[in-house]
T-cell receptor
Framework: TQLLEQSPQFLSIQEGENLTVYCNSS?????LQWYRQEPGEGPVLLVT?????EVKKLKRLTFQFGDARKDSSLHITAAQPGDTGLYLC????????????FGKGTKLTVNP | DAGVIQSPRHEVTEMGQEVTLRCKPI?????LFWYRQTMMRGLELLIY????????DSGMPEDRFSAKMPNASFSTLKIQPSEPRDSAVYFC??????????????FGDGTRLSIL
């Protein structure tokens, strides 16, 4: 069974700080996605990383896919209260189906 | 454009009652997914449809759960009889062609279900 382990589970920081959250697996994934979920809403896709070693930037967010395609990281520079939310990583289930496997997420709180 | 629409947003009912959750996917999307989210287990896929046909229901917890997609614009998830352990947030998502095409899944805002 493919599992995606996310760490840390909870993170509370002050506005302006930098942070990194991680998504790890013992399995190889063809690609990984990162979603952000705000309270009372559904997850929203931020990015898809496809190639081992790939780095994608979305404003202050930097996403990296590990060389072996077993892990990914999300780095936020100068965090703002608007970055508060649950960050989820997801990857395709084995067997080529449409199914996504989700990690349990990192709950980020950025305090003003 | 309207996103994925789920109803009701909140449902509180007593154990043993039938619960029906509804979902309207984004027009033109041909894949629809039902998820359940809890603190303990995170976001779990229950079932997904492609072109209104159920493709994989291996995540459906037991026979008390059933899902239908009678047409491209409507799906239901039914629990009968409901139990307290079914309490969770249920999400519906839709996409164009599913993950193979690397199309994003668009989620609704969920139904928060509480079974007393």
């Amino acid at each position: 069974t493919q599992l995606l382990e996310q760490s840390p589970q909870f993170l509370s920081i002050q506005e302006g700080e930098n942070l990194t959250v991680y998504c790890n697996s013992s399995s190889v994934f063809s690609s990984l996605q990162w979603y952000r979920q705000e309270p009372g809403e559904g997850p929203v896709l931020l990015v898809t990383v496809v190639t081992g070693g790939e780095v994608k930037k979305l404003k202050r967010l930097t996403f990296q896919f590990g060389d072996a395609r077993k892990d990914s990281s999300l780095h936020i520079t100068a965090a703002q209260p608007g970055d508060t939310g649950l960050y989820l990583c997801a990857g395709p289930s084995q067997g080529g189906s449409e199914k996504l496997v989700f990690g349990k997420g990192t709950k980020l709180t950025v305090n003003p | 454009d309207a996103g994925v629409i789920q109803s009701p947003r909140h449902e509180v009912t007593e154990m043993g009652q039938e619960v029906t959750l509804r979902c309207k996917p984004i027009s033109g999307h041909n894949s629809l997914f039902w998820y359940r989210q809890t603190m303990m287990r995170g976001l779990e896929l229950l079932i997904y449809f492609n072109n209104n046909v159920p493709i994989d229901d291996s995540g459906m917890p037991e026979d008390r759960f059933s899902a239908k997609m009678p047409n491209a614009s409507f799906s239901t998830l039914k629990i009968q009889p409901s139990e307290p352990r079914d309490s969770a947030v249920y999400f519906c998502a839709s996409s164009l062609g599913g993950y193979r095409r690397r199309q994003p899944q668009h989620f609704g805002d969920g139904t928060r279900l509480s079974i007393l």
